[in-house]
């Protein structure tokens, strides 16, 4: 099969990091029933991702969050890909972050069944290759929880 034509992507991640946003993003959405973040900053030292919520989490639901993310990290879940075009877009993928130029065939990034989204960046090839996941803050300002961590870097 042909290699369809994506959009370029405009920077450079760290895919351990990047793999492990997309683990939060749905720890969070089934955690509090939030939508996925619409900010994140995923850089190799630390991460920081934010996302609306109506009251900041306990001390015991961070620490939940947190050992989700290393139990899922543990379980060493596949990611895989698959090509879709915009008019077979399954009902569990959000195409709100979406840049308003996106190609018209999509990436689906599959995190065994717990998470897919589309996303052009890049990953590691299974959870397991992320190694371990620690929150190093948390803060809540206005509606707005952000989350820094880290990941191993090598």
């Not at 939060?24 to 939030?34: K, S």
């Not at 190799?44 to 306990?58: D, F, G, V």
């Not at 959000?94 to 897919?116: C, F, H, M, Q, W």
């Amino acid at each position: 099969m042909e290699e369809p034509i994506l959009n370029e992507h405009n920077k450079a991640e760290f895919p351990p990091a990047h793999t492990a946003e997309h683990l939060l993003n749905q720890t969070m959405v089934r955690m509090f029933g939030c939508g996925r973040s619409k900010n994140a900053h995923i850089e190799r030292k630390k991460s920081k991702i934010n996302w609306p919520l109506p009251t900041c989490p306990t001390p015991e639901q961070v620490a939940e969050i947190e050992k989700t993310m290393n139990d899922l990290i543990s379980q060493d879940l596949p990611v895989t890909y698959e090509f879709v075009t915009r008019d077979n877009i399954p009902s569990d993928v959000s195409l709100e972050k979406l840049p308003e130029d996106a190609s018209e065939t999509l990436r689906l990034v599959r995190i065994g069944n717990y998470d897919v989204c589309a996303c052009i960046g890049t990953h590691v090839e299974s959870t397991g290759k992320i190694g371990s996941f620690k929150i190093n803050s948390t803060s809540y300002n206005e509606g707005n929880f952000r989350i820094v961590f880290k990941v191993p870097t090598e």
